[in-house]
């Protein structure tokens, strides 16, 4: 089975600035969750996704969001941008929602706001 | 509030040496207990689970309610356990899996 997959691996945008993270799950798991590493925070839970309804959600600004799509992909959007926005965005994917199975992530996409 | 603390950042051993890395909880209902690993370039990627109460590349793990406790042993560690270890408490009040800082290990030849 292929792993989870997130694109683009590497971003660099300016302050002010939107950008739109992509992560497709393993084939079959219906639920994707998103965190937010970062070497002082480690990692911080963003939002979790199944069947297209946002299950549960962090401690993150509006400008956070996220939606899942039929097919169970998922994207995360961050609107203006800020600094401290840069990190590296982790995604995983799993059979159940709710935090008690076992999650499976991609490589991440590393965010560089300047 | 639930809660994961990994006391140490950095954990520095030689080869051969017994390794333990330290994860404390709090919730106080029946938690679900994860490692994972990081190894330098590759994904974060689960290690083992307290309810599977399995050895996997000569890690162990057991839950100790009384202490809220879940630390990671290994008698002998290899260069190769070189990694980010995180320790995962979920899915509790929350509906969700937290995750501490983190524990860098370090093994010297």
Redesign the interface.
């Known amino acids: 089975k292929a792993g989870v997959t997130q694109t683009p691996r590497y971003l660099i945008k300016t302050r002010g600035q939107q950008v739109t993270l992509s992560c497709s799950p393993i084939s079959g798991h219906r639920s994707v969750s998103w965190y937010q590493q970062t070497p002082g925070q480690g990692l911080q839970f963003l939002f979790e996704y199944f069947s297209e309804t946002q299950r549960n959600k962090g401690n993150f600004p509006g400008r956070f969001s996220g939606r899942q799509f039929s097919n169970s992909r998922s994207e995360m959007n961050v609107s203006t941008l800020e600094l401290g926005d840069s990190a590296l965005y982790l995604c995983a994917s799993s059979t159940r929602t709710g935090g008690g199975s076992p999650l499976h992530f991609g490589n991440g996409t590393r965010l560089t706001v300047t | 509030a639930q809660r994961v603390t990994q006391p140490e950042k950095l954990l520095s051993v030689f080869k051969g040496a017994p390794v333990e890395l330290k994860c404390n909880y709090s919730y106080s209902g029946s938690p ?1 207990l ?1 490692w ?1 690993v990081q190894y330098s370039r590759q ?4 290690l083992l ?1 307290h309810i599977s109460r399995e050895s996997i590349k000569g890690f162990t793990a057991d839950l100790n309610k009384g202490e809220t406790s879940f630390h990671l042993k290994k008698p002998f560690a290899q260069e190769e356990d070189s990694a980010m270890y ?1 320790c995962a408490l ?3 009040d ?9 524990t860098r290990l370090q093994v010297f030849p």
Do not use: M, N
């Open positions: 679900e994860f994972y994904r974060l990627q689960l689970r995180y979920g899915p509790g929350t509906d969700k899996l937290i995750f501490g800082t983190g």
